[in-house]
């Protein structure tokens, strides 16, 4: 099939060739002399599609076909140069002669170069071919300084789409559209990080900021790679905990940074030692902060205290790679919970601590499948939510919830060469699992077994030089099993499925500036034990919460489509997104309130919704290092099935405005940030009105190279009182914070 595809391109070439060349070209014709060949990539070997070919100071030309194949027809005799160029390829000239009534076959290697490597987002494809079928976005180096908080949460929030949920600073997560817990996917290095931060509102990552090398973000379902619970997003932190690329000898980080809102102090320490082919790193990082203070005074339980460390080893030899490593989290933070506010000899406390496993093999093979990666994380965490009463000097504490959880997640992929109509693709197999007991006086729901084994594959067509299909499927089992605990002895329940994901998208470049993509993809979620067996008061969260154990599977229904333009002086980026849910999971307010606990009752009930809206994104050098950047986000989430209404916890309409001047080694500047008021609300809901909030920025890197680099933000310039719709400290009458004076200091080495 694939011979006769080329001899009908032959002939096509030959017949259209000939035909242009008979009526535009004054070279001589009737010559007989024709080349054919490949464009072949010089590292993998791979035959390069849609790759243009030209004989230099001439108008005949041509692009290969989808085998990387070309011809070109009754060329002049004599000597010439083939020149051969291409997106994210080297431009490569080879010289050759050809004779009247020959026929030559002449083979170009290129490099590839990359298309702008240091933004490609590896997180949205397991072939990193650097082409986008959805919006994503990278944060690295200066970057990520330039953003630094406490937790990921508060590092996020404001950049397109993406939005907090918080109870103070540390337990504070990314929202992505609108969709939150589970629905967004938190990894470590590609995988599963092992904590609960998924599951409530008073629930922190495992991981200081500190530590990120880069931060990748993916807007919208991204199922296919990671599990079928990703419908609203991903966000992969990428550490060198396992050591990829070294230099020989020693090399390393020093950071620090302070904050006035709560009094905050942080170091971070990398180090690293490179041989030939083998390395080894270690890194710790220590932070501290008191309660933070609004315009209107502190907000009592806001402090935390939290130390991690690694270390690692990587090795690189000629066709295996990979390395381990091992790392430890301790966090220590307090919560805002009314009963804290109102009295301060009570207060509520989370103790974490994770052990981390990573492994990580990459083999190079010469056959069809000619790449194979192999990732694992095991961990161990445990946590208790501690309920703490100072009565006449006594100290009280009571363990309310307790998690005592081990897990495994594992992924294998397998890249293969490009074959027939398909460029480079993948196959890969996926398991996590995890077993966690529940305890505490206050146990809310039982404990879990989960088993999740997954099957996935991604394909890209290139259709021409400047369009691109890619699509993919996953299929998914998952079995759940209650464990009985104290408060639920007789629990017996499990739940098998299996389901699965797919996602079909397009990429358009028409030219090198500007990007098109879009993707159709079908989510499916099971539910988590909360939402199926909850039934009693969560004291970090400061709500009672009443799980439905025959609520459905959620299953979503999503486009996206986004256009980039990238310029010398603009870039800009409109994006839009529409998901359509059956049997969408929300976790809802009631209104009433339990005697004997105080707080107010939420259901866990599904139905059908829609969640719709876009982001517009630019930064535009006006001129000599003036730099305006703005953008908006959008979304609106409806229940559109038994019930009508609005969805809970969606984000307000947002607008942001940047100028920033740019002068050598140092910047400054200063933003906007407006939120409308929040007034399309769920029954029972809280309204919360907008508001504008100004900022500043300073930096200067005190050597050219960019080894010492301090920054100083001022946050709420203007100690301006404002609420958050999305924060879930009860009492909506508690302000985000007020001033805050953020200093950073980096020194690499």
């Known amino acids: 099939m694939k011979l006769n595809y080329i001899a009908l391109f032959i002939v096509f070439q030959l017949v259209f060739i000939n035909s242009v060349n008979s009526k535009e070209s004054k070279q001589p014709r009737g010559t007989d002399a024709n080349i054919i060949g490949h464009v072949i990539d010089a590292k993998t070997g791979d035959h390069i599609p849609f790759i243009n070919v030209l004989i230099k100071d001439t108008r005949i030309g041509t692009t290969t076909d989808a085998s990387g194949h070309f011809l070109l027809t009754n060329l002049p005799t004599g ?15 080879v010289n050759f002669e050809i004779e009247e009534k020959q026929t030559k076959e002449v083979n170009v290697k290129v490099e590839y170069i990359g298309l702008q490597l240091d933004e490609v ?11 986008s079928y959805q919006s994503n976005q990278v944060f690295i180096g200066e970057n990520l300084q330039r953003r630094s908080e406490v937790s990921f949460g508060e590092m996020l929030d404001g950049e397109p789409g993406i939005s907090m949920r918080s109870m103070g600073s540390m337990p504070a997560r990314p929202v992505i559209r609108g969709l939150d817990g589970d629905r967004i996917l938190v990894l470590q290095d590609g995988e599963r990080m092992g904590d609960v931060s998924e599951t409530a509102a008073d629930h922190a990552i495992s ?4 530590a990120a090398n880069r931060v990748e973000v993916v807007r919208g379902p991204a199922s296919l790679l990671y599990g079928s619970s990703a419908l609203g997003g991903v966000v992969n932190i990428m550490t060198t905990d396992i050591p990829t690329d070294w230099s020989l000898g020693g090399s390393g980080v020093l950071s620090g940074q302070a904050a006035t809102v709560n009094n905050m102090g942080a170091g971070f320490a990398r180090y690293t030692h490179g041989y030939e082919s083998l390395a080894a790193t270690a890194r710790f990082s220590y932070r501290k902060a008191g309660n933070i203070n609004t315009p209107e005074g502190e907000i009592p339980s806001t402090s935390l205290e939290n130390y991690d460390g690694a270390v690692g080893f990587g090795f690189n030899n000629e066709n295996v790679s990979g390395g381990f490593s091992v790392s430890l989290a301790n966090q220590v933070f307090e919560l805002p919970e009314d009963g804290a506010i109102e009295d301060p000899n009570e207060t509520v406390e989370i103790r974490a601590d994770r052990q981390l496993l990573q492994g990580r093999l990459n083999f190079k093979l010469n056959d069809f499948f000619d790449n194979a990666e192999l990732r694992l994380n095991g961990s161990h965490f445990f946590q208790q939510e501690v309920e703490i009463e100072n009565i006449d000097g006594e100290i009280d504490e009571d363990i309310e919830f307790e998690f005592d959880k081990y897990s495994l997640s ?30 505490g006086d206050e146990a809310f729901t039982p404990g879990e077994d989960r088993i999740n084994a997954g099957l996935f594959t991604f394909k890209e067509v290139p259709l021409s030089g400047m369009l691109r299909l890619q699509f993919g499927v996953r299929f998914d089992f998952n079995k759940i099993s209650a464990l009985p605990n104290e408060l639920f002895p007789d629990i017996n329940s499990t739940r098998n499925s299996f389901n699965y994901s797919g996602s079909v998208g397009l990429n358009i470049r028409p030219i090198s500036q500007i990007e098109i993509g879009a993707q159709f993809a079908r989510s499916h979620r099971n539910p988590v034990t909360e939402e199926l067996y909850a039934d009693g008061p969560h004291v970090g969260a400061g709500v009672y919460e009443v799980g439905c154990p025959n609520i459905n599977d959620e299953i979503g229904h999503g486009g996206d489509l986004f256009f980039r333009w990238k310029a010398d002086n603009f870039n800009a980026e409109i994006a839009g997104f529409i998901n359509s849910f059956d049997n969408f999971i929300m976790f ?103 508001y504008t909030i100004i900022g500043a920025q ?17 946050e709420n310039l203007m100690d301006d009182v404002y609420r958050d719709h999305l924060s879930r400290i009860e009492s909506r009458d508690i302000p985000m914070p007020g001033r805050n004076f953020n200093l950073s200091y980096r020194y690499f080495f």
């Open 79 to 93: 000597e010439h140069t083939i020149v051969v160029k291409g997106m994210g390829y080297e431009e490569k000239q």
């Open 121 to 131: 987002v590896l997180t949205a494809s397991p072939v990193r071919s650097g082409y």
């Open 207 to 210: 991981l200081d900021p500190l």
């Open 410 to 439: 594992s992924t294998l992929t397998l890249q293969h060469r490009a074959i027939g109509i398909f460029d480079r693709g993948a196959l890969g197999v996926n398991f996590r699992g995890h077993t966690m007991d529940v305890g």
């Open 588 to 690: 809802v307010p009631s209104g009433e309130i339990d005697e004997d606990s105080g707080y107010e009752k939420f259901y866990y009930q599904d139905d059908e919704a829609i969640l719709s809206g876009g982001e517009i994104s630019f930064d535009w050098t006006i001129f000599n290092g003036f730099i305006w950047s703005a953008g908006l986000d959008y979304v609106n989430g409806r229940v559109t099935g038994d019930s009508d209404g609005y969805l809970p916890y969606i984000p307000p309409f947002r607008l942001r405005s940047g100028l920033q001047y740019e002068y050598g080694q140092g910047w400054i500047g200063a933003s906007v940030k407006n939120a409308a008021k929040k007034k399309n609300v769920a029954e029972n809901e809280m309204k919360t009105d907008g």
């Open 698 to 714: 300073a930096g200067y890197r005190i050597d050219y190279a960019g080894r010492h680099v301090i920054i100083l933000r001022v």
